[in-house]
């Protein structure tokens, strides 16, 4: 049987890398833990201040299948490439037709960067585009696929 698992993301702006990332993936703002109403109340009732309630943000995939994400703010700035990064399959995955896969990646890549998403360059494979790489608005790098 698998482990259950979760992705945290270090970031400077938890809220709006939250924002970024809800419309990347079709996400949606976790909801508080069972048995409370917010997430102010489970941070006051683990005695977490005030003025760290901010400091994080969560989000869930509504349909309970994919992994929870969190993004908690750190001090440090991204300073080197990612030694992870996620396959964003928009198109359908390699598996679907590259006529029908390459116009959605487009259609995503367009999305994204008006999102605060930068495009870092176009892969081929064999003469033709094959993915995207991306960099979120924090310069977490990703593909679109």
């Known amino acids: 049987m698998a482990t259950k698992w979760s992705l945290t993301i270090d970031c400077a702006r938890p809220t709006e890398l939250a924002r970024f990332w809800a419309l990347a993936l079709g996400y949606v703002e976790k909801p ?24 994080g943000a969560y989000l869930a995939d509504p349909d309970g299948i994919g992994p929870s994400l969190s993004f908690m703010q750190v001090p440090e700035a991204k300073v080197v490439k990612n030694r992870l990064h996620l396959d964003i399959q928009v198109g359908g995955g390699r598996d679907t037709p590259w006529a029908t896969r390459w116009p959605r990646v487009i259609a995503a890549v367009e999305q994204l960067t008006a999102a605060g998403a930068t495009v870092v360059r176009e892969d081929e494979v064999q003469g033709r585009p094959d993915h ?10 990703f593909c679109l696929v």
């Open 32 to 55: 508080p833990p069972a048995g409370f109403a917010s997430w102010e109340a489970w941070f006051a009732s683990h005695d977490i201040p005030p003025d760290e309630w901010d400091q």
């Open 132 to 141: 995207m790489v991306m960099a979120d608005p924090e310069g977490n790098e």
